[in-house]
């Protein structure tokens, strides 16, 4: 049989609701601006220098577009099924997905090591700390693909801006801000949504003539180590 207890639970709910309400923007993604046009400079990558290249006009069997953790996971688990022809594809100038762009001092994970990090039996490798800096995250990540050859034919600084199913062919015909037109059997997406900054929708900010960089592009040069 229940107990009568003086807990009022619609109080309670009013309380949770009252706190909920205190952190919900009305303007929702209104409150930021897109890292383009005047600010385009917050987007740039300013950990590898662009290298540029011809267009790509070939044909693969997996196209991997992301090669953050998703995207090394899935190239990883492919080889191992042994299928060749498999692209990674990626905005950055390596691999890593948060882990390439979010460098700035401190930065760590809040999961344990041996819990977020994919394939450490696999690769040999044993965290130096159970939560890992973000650097060791990112070196991993190299680890991953070097252990099962996804730097191979990958595409690097390259954004897909067409997948277009030829139904004909049986495939897909990719096609990218670098020029590149290909094919590819199959396409398989692990993009993330922490790969593009966003910046502070605060009046005058274009005002402001200081140097300025987004957490995620961070500037040593400028903080130094």
């Known amino acids: 049989m229940a107990q009568e207890t003086d807990i009022d639970l619609d109080e309670i709910r009013a309380i949770y609701r009252r706190e909920r309400d205190r952190r919900i923007r009305p303007d929702g993604a209104r409150q930021y601006a897109g890292a383009m046009g005047e600010f385009g400079y917050y987007a740039k990558d300013p950990y590898t220098a662009r290298v540029e290249r011809e267009p790509v006009t070939d044909r693969v069997k997996v196209l991997v577009i992301g090669a953050g953790f998703g995207g090394l996971q899935t190239g990883a688990f492919l080889r191992e099924a ?8 990626d905005e950055a100038g390596d ?22 990090m994919p394939l450490l039996e696999e690769t040999g490798y044993m965290p130096s700390e159970r939560y890992a800096t973000g650097e060791e995250i990112r070196q991993h990540a190299v680890r991953i693909a070097e252990r099962y050859g996804l730097y191979e034919n990958a595409l690097f600084q390259t954004r897909a801006t067409s997948l277009s199913w030829q139904e004909e062919d049986g495939e897909w015909l990719v096609e990218t801000d670098r020029g590149d037109v290909f094919r590819a059997r199959y396409v398989i997406t692990s993009s993330g949504t922490l790969t593009q900054p966003k910046l502070p929708g605060i009046p005058g900010i274009t005002m402001f003539r200081g140097h300025t960089f987004h957490t995620s592009r961070w500037d040593y040069g400028v903080h130094g180590v």
């Open 95 to 116: 691999v890593g997905g948060t882990w390439y762009w979010n460098r700035y001092p401190g930065v760590r994970c809040d999961i344990e090591s041996y819990i977020y």
């Open 82 to 89: 042994g299928i060749d022809g498999v692209r990674l594809m």
